[in-house]
């Protein structure tokens, strides 16, 4: 079931972060699973305005990013490693041994891919899972196409992928061609996942993530099996999702 809840853009953080304070309340140790992008970086901003507040304490929290470009290492401003640690890391009491990101200039990839899917079991999966999506419909890095991965990867770039970053990088041949993402099935797993999207250029997509059949081609489609999902939009990026067949969405205003 896909919750969708309808805000104004400045109200977004606002929920996210109220969200992830309850689940922190709930369990002090929980295992939270994070994104990069454009879209969470008001959510980082709130997070740390709360934790300055004494209202989100990191003490105990572990997190696993979704994603990291193949070739990048910590100290490329790129790396999702450095935006991770710029954005929220560095502001909070997170012990920096218990943040886990791709390590995408390990030695060797696919032990790098199995590692990583190691961890995460080991230490109970993911409790809580932010999410942005693609413009294609992409969950991390998982794209669509004629099929999804169940387990952390080297995923190839889809060009428009790669377009959509070249605005972080200046140029289209700058940003990376792969990645290693976390696979759908970790995803889909979390416990509760939050996906969050604002604008009317992701419209069509959430419409489909939402309203369309589940299928490999839009990757946020398989959401819909979760039963814990809460879609928080703002009124352009929900505009074209209609109530649903199956009840498989539910609104809150
Ligand atoms: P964005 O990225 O927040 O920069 O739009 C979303 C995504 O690609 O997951």
Redesign the pocket.
């Known amino acids: 079931m896909i919750h969708i809840r309808i805000a104004n853009r400045e109200q977004i953080p606002i929920i996210v972060a109220e969200h992830l304070r309850k689940q922190l309340e709930r369990k002090p140790d929980s295992v939270i699973g994070l994104?990069t992008?454009?879209?969470?970086l008001m959510v980082y901003r709130e997070i740390v305005a709360q934790h300055k507040k004494g209202k989100i304490d990191f003490s105990r929290v572990i997190t696993f990013n979704l994603d990291e470009y193949v070739g990048l290492d910590g100290k490329h401003v790129q790396s999702y490693k450095y935006y991770m640690y710029k954005n929220l890391f560095r502001h909070v009491n997170i012990d920096l041994n218990n943040t886990h990101i791709p390590n995408g200039v390990a030695e060797n990839l696919e032990e790098e891919c199995r590692r990583y899917d190691q961890l995460i079991e080991q230490l109970g999966g993911i409790d809580w899972q932010l999410l942005?999506?693609?413009l294609n419909g992409?969950?991390g890095f998982n794209e669509p196409g004629e099929c999804l991965s169940a387990v952390t990867h080297v995923q190839r770039l889809l060009e428009e992928t790669r377009i959509?970053n070249a605005r972080f990088f200046g140029s289209l041949q700058d940003v990376p061609t792969h990645a290693i993402t976390m696979g759908m099935g970790s995803i889909l797993r979390a416990k509760k996942i939050v996906l969050i999207a604002t604008g009317q250029e992701k419209a069509k997509i959430l419409a489909k993530a939402v309203n369309g059949p589940i299928t490999t081609r839009v990757p946020a489609s398989f959401l819909q099996l979760h039963q814990d999902v809460t879609f928080v939009l703002d009124q352009a990026a929900a505009s074209a999702i209609t109530r649903l067949r199956n009840d498989s969405c539910e609104f809150a205003h």
């Open positions: 994104p992008g454009s879209t969470p942005g999506i693609g992409h969950i959509a």
